[in-house]
């Protein structure tokens, strides 16, 4: 067989005939199903990138040795795509999926973003919200989610970052993402907590503010504390600053999640839906 390598269209029913003609156990890893069903996602929301620096392999004697994940996961989107194959070369299974893989920060930057380690974290912590709303679990997400949220909260996003403080526990990712959920439907509100948030200035006992800062600050020194709950924290004290609620305790805290999220539910479905998460 002369090797050759050439874009060809891939139905569900071609790849069906793939796997069943040149699969062989030993030349693949172990199929990884949350692998197919991220691909089949994507291929369903329309997310899905051809690549020109990967194919589907199927070597000079011929065994498929690489595709398995991309040709199950067009099996079970029903989803026709274009992908280069490549045919008659010899076995390079030493050697495969051996290069550094660019990530999604990376990408972004290829794309005139700027800032894109913190857009990514910011953009990826949204998506969690959005998707603890409809209890989904989300996979790892590429270049083409991560945009969906930035376009959808850019204006929110540029905001916090420009005007966030330096402080440890105040700065980070989950922070501003809560903050820029917040503040989407209530822009003006939003920013007078964001702005006390992280300056700190003039705030009295019972700010919604000040007690928000408190917590941020100490759990960025023990360190018990995660993203979501991190998040919610900063929501619960944003709701109690716009209903002008003193705050002592923090405790309930879901309660600040459920209130910014009833105000946007069709903000998170269409991200949802873009995304490949919700199919109607």
Not at 74 to 90: D, L
Not at 145 to 168: N, P
Request: include cysteine; charge should be positive; hydrophobic fraction near 40%.
């Amino acid at each position: 067989m002369t090797p050759s390598i050439k874009i060809e269209t891939i139905t569900p029913e071609i790849a069906q005939t793939y796997l069943d003609k040149y699969f062989d156990p030993e030349r693949q890893r172990k199929l990884e199903p949350h692998t197919v069903d991220n691909y089949a996602r994507k291929m369903r929301a329309g997310l899905w990138i051809f690549n020109p620096a990967t194919a589907i392999v199927i070597t000079e004697d011929g065994k498929l040795e690489n595709g398995q994940h991309t040709l199950n996961a067009v099996i079970k989107s029903g989803v026709t795509i274009n992908h280069q194959v490549s045919r008659g070369a010899p076995s390079a299974i030493g050697v495969m999926d051996r290069g550094r893989n660019r990530t999604t920060a990376q990408a972004l930057a290829m794309r005139g973003e700027t800032c894109t380690f913190e857009k990514a974290a910011i953009a990826t912590a949204i998506f969690s919200l959005c998707a603890e709303y409809k209890a989904k679990p989300i996979g790892k997400l590429g270049e083409g989610e991560i945009l969906v949220v930035l376009d959808t909260y850019r204006d929110e996003i540029t905001y916090c970052m420009s005007t966030r403080s330096r402080e440890i526990g105040i700065r980070n990712a989950p922070v501003t993402a809560a903050c820029c959920f917040a503040m989407r439907p209530f822009q003006t509100e939003l920013k007078d907590f964001h702005n006390k948030l992280n300056t700190g200035i003039n705030l009295s006992k019972g700010s919604p503010a000040l007690a928000c800062r408190r917590w941020l600050q100490s759990s960025a020194h023990n360190g018990s504390h995660g993203r979501l709950e991190t998040m919610h924290v900063v929501m619960f004290c944003a709701m109690k600053h716009i209903v002008d609620q003193d705050v002592y305790a923090i405790r309930d805290t879901d309660r600040g999640f459920e209130f910014f999220t009833k105000h946007q539910v069709p903000i998170i479905l269409k991200i949802l839906r873009s995304c490949g998460y919700l199919i109607n």
